[in-house]
């Protein structure tokens, strides 16, 4: 009989996914004061967001009635009114002089959140309303950047003749900077809300990306998905403390004006960025227990973007200027691989980390310890086995790489019995790492 586990039954009611819209709207208004642009909260002001909120609320109606089966259609027709309001909607938007942009967004939120919900990608549903209201932001702070940077720059210095310079392509890409920065934190934060609202606010995704994550709704904090949400939480940090450096720098760094004395520039959006995808990985590293690739890859870029820093001249330290400072940073790499190594090979800590016996996952690493010697080779092999015996499990990719190249080739002509996993007489292997002293 098949089972199905990690799921839970109860599924929530429809009516609570037209709390995500609300939501978005309020985070986007919290988002608009707290970096400080003169908005009025007023009607012109606020009717955009609203149009966006109103879009996605309007946008999962087909797949609630869909799922309560008031009325006797088919999906097709469904998406075809659902293309009909949107594309009226839109037009009305128009019509009553609040942009055809705006208009464009309510058509777009409307069908592409009734798109995703109706075949059950609630998650990218959300995605789709937060990405739309941070479109909306990032006009607003880059229509007030726009407004203050300027584009005319003078180079002299107070006391000399005047040198007045054309910085208006870099007054575009500084705008450019703070609209995707924004767009990119509410693509982020959608994410983040999904992860947590999903079995709460809306069912969970039987298929695409979101599927794949834990279903169990018995509490609102599932640990088996805390990696994923604290990486997503990592990266929107990531772009938010390149938005206050922006803030914090003078007129020339914010426009990239390299011929100004002192010009070292700021973080930027691709340093943060990529800050965040390697924040991903490692959050991934660590799910699959893979600690000392993901502190060894975690030091390192921290370490280049410290140094990358301190190159373009955000900061300065005494120690690290003249003859000395190459040979420092040479120091600090070193002792940063030394800690990472003593954690690494720590009796309690490496024995902690590594993955149970009764593990699939632990399968190959099994087979590559034993397969040595149960085969009794030269010179090889026995270079392999001492480079086994002396570093961890997760330490080995050598003796995976044999193991990998054995099953391909030796185990082949010699015929000997095989399980499922393609590796000869696995449970004698499992006695023999049983036995082995000190695990």
Known sequence: MEQKTGTHSNTPAAPLGWLIAPLAVLLAIAAIKLVGVDF???????????????????????????????????????????????????????AL????????????????????SIRGRHELATVVVFMAMGINVGIVVASDALATLPEIYNLAPET?????????????????YLFFSYMTIFILLGMLVATFARGFLFPVSEDGMFSFMNNDTSSFLNKNNLPLQIALAFWGLAHVASLWHFDTVGVADKLGITSVEGYHGHFGFWP????????????????????TRAMTLGSLWA????????????????????????????????????????????????QA????????TRNACISA???????CAKSPLDAVWRIEKAVPNHWSPACRFWAWTRRSRGDRAAKRPRNGLGVCDHRAMVRNRAAEPGL
């Open 160 to 176: 000399e003749q005047s040198s007045f310079v054309s910085t208006l392509n870099l007054k575009n890409q500084a705008v450019g």
């Open 272 to 291: 943060a960025f990529f800050t965040g995808m390697i924040g991903l990985i490692i959050a991934g590293m660590f799910a699959e227990r893979w600690h």
């Open 353 to 360: 980390t590594r993955r149970s016996r009764h593990d699939p």
């Open 40 to 94: 009025e909260l007023n009607v012109d002001n606020l009717t955009p967001m609203i149009i966006v909120g109103v879009a996605g609320m309007l946008g999962i109606v087909p797949s609630m009635l869909h799922q309560s089966e008031s009325v006797s259609v088919s999906k097709s027709t469904l998406s075809l009114s659902a293309l009909a309001v949107a594309l009226i909607g839109s037009q009305a938007v128009y």
């Open 369 to 375: 310890r034993c397969i040595p010697s149960l085969r």
């Open 97 to 116: 002089d609040y942009g055809a942009f705006s208009g464009l967004l309510f058509a777009f939120v409307a069908f592409g959140v009734h798109f995703l």
């Open 303 to 350: 370490l280049y973007l410290v140094s990358s820093w301190y190159d373009a001249g955000m900061f300065t330290v005494g120690m690290l200027e003249g003859n000395w400072g190459s040979l420092i940073w040479l120091g600090i790499t070193f002792f940063i691989g030394v800690g990472i190594y003593s954690i690494s090979t720590h009796e309690k800590r490496s």
